[in-house]
Structure formats: structure tokens, C-alpha cells
């Protein structure tokens, strides 16, 4: 094979088993400080297990075009945290709502009986766990878990491909077709 600069592999762990499939990955990133590699495949999770970047073709247009983490922060729109609280909704918000830098908050049904979980939003690029921490902390609200919220590739795709498919209908409504 040489020494090609460039090595264009097509669903490379398609039928193998999970040892393989580690082994392929780990090769598949030894060759890109090397190399550039362009990794057809539709299965996400290996897409993000070693791809620095990923562009998302949908109908033969690129609708996407970035690193997974800034397609996720752009799709969100801001950062956002997820926690699960020992406390009622109505503490929780009152609580919340003395943060610096909190732009909103949503409540979720929770996974465990007795608590609240809640989508923190904050703006963009801004971490503020400290700060949730702190004024929960002084509302006497338990912290049973705290993390940032982030979409898969999988869900990153379906609302990139969807939201295009949904532009090209309006298009084809408005036109006629």
C-alpha cells in the first residue's frame, strides 16, 4: 500500500468482533497523526470514538461540518447541565434563580422517586457548576448528580438531517412541488 497521504476506509470495523473493533480504532488513530484518514460510516458511535472531525452529508449535501463537541454546542445553543436534586421543584427554582449566568432551567420526570431533575441553561461557553453548586449548597439542596449535557452523533444527525429535510419540504410547498 505505501505510503499514501491520504486513506479513505468504508465501514473499516463492518463484521468484526469487539476486540477487533478496539484494535481497528487504535490503528484507525496511529495512522491519523500521519496520515489523513476519511472514515465512511453510518455507524455513529465508532464515527466519534476516533474522528476529530465529521461532516454529515444528507441527500448529497453537506449540512454539517465540525467537530462533534461544537456541532453539539451549536445545536444546543448554550451549555447545559443536568442534576438531580433532593428537593422540590418550587426550592429548586427559587434556588436557582439567584445564579449569576443561568439563562433558564426545565424540569425533567426523574429517574429516581423523591427528586428533581432539572436542565440547567446557561450561555454559551460558560461553566457555571461552581455557581449552581454554591447556591444550592446554601439553599441546603442535596446534589445527587451533576453533568453536562451533551447530544450524541446519533442525535446531532437526526435533528442536522431532519431540520434539512424539513427546509427542503417548506422549499418544494412554497414552489409548488
Known amino acids: 500500500m505505501g505510503d499514501p497521504e ?8 463492518a463484521g468484526l468482533d469487539p476486540k477487533q473493533i478496539l484494535e481497528i480504532r487504535d490503528l484507525i488513530t496511529r495512522l491519523g497523526e500521519d496520515h489523513t484518514i476519511i472514515l465512511s460510516s453510518h455507524i455513529l458511535p465508532e464515527v466519534s470514538a476516533v474522528c476529530k472531525r465529521v ?3 444528507n441527500h448529497g449535501i453537506i449540512v ?3 467537530t462533534p463537541q461544537n456541532l453539539a454546542r451549536r445545536l444546543l445553543g448554550g451549555s447545559h447541565i443536568l442534576l438531580r436534586l433532593d ?3 418550587e426550592t429548586v427554582s427559587e434556588a436557582l434563580g439567584k445564579v449569576p449566568g443561568v439563562l433558564g432551567h426545565e424540569f425533567r420526570e426523574s429517574q429516581e422517586s423523591g427528586t428533581a431533575e432539572v436542565v440547567v441553561e446557561a450561555a454559551p461557553e460558560t461553566d457555571i457548576r461552581r455557581e449552581i453548586f454554591r447556591a444550592l449548597a446554601a ?3 442535596p446534589i445527587l448528580m451533576m453533568r453536562a449535557l451533551d447530544m450524541s452523533l446519533e442525535e446531532i444527525f437526526l435533528q442536522v438531517t431532519t431540520k434539512e429535510e424539513a427546509n427542503s419540504n417548506d422549499s418544494d410547498t412554497e414552489t409548488g412541488n
Open 6 to 13: 491520504i486513506l479513505i476506509l468504508d465501514e473499516p470495523t
Open 55 to 57: 461532516l454529515i452529508i
Open 64 to 66: 454539517a461540518d465540525d
Open 87 to 89: 428537593a422540590a421543584q
Open 139 to 141: 439553599a441546603g439542596i
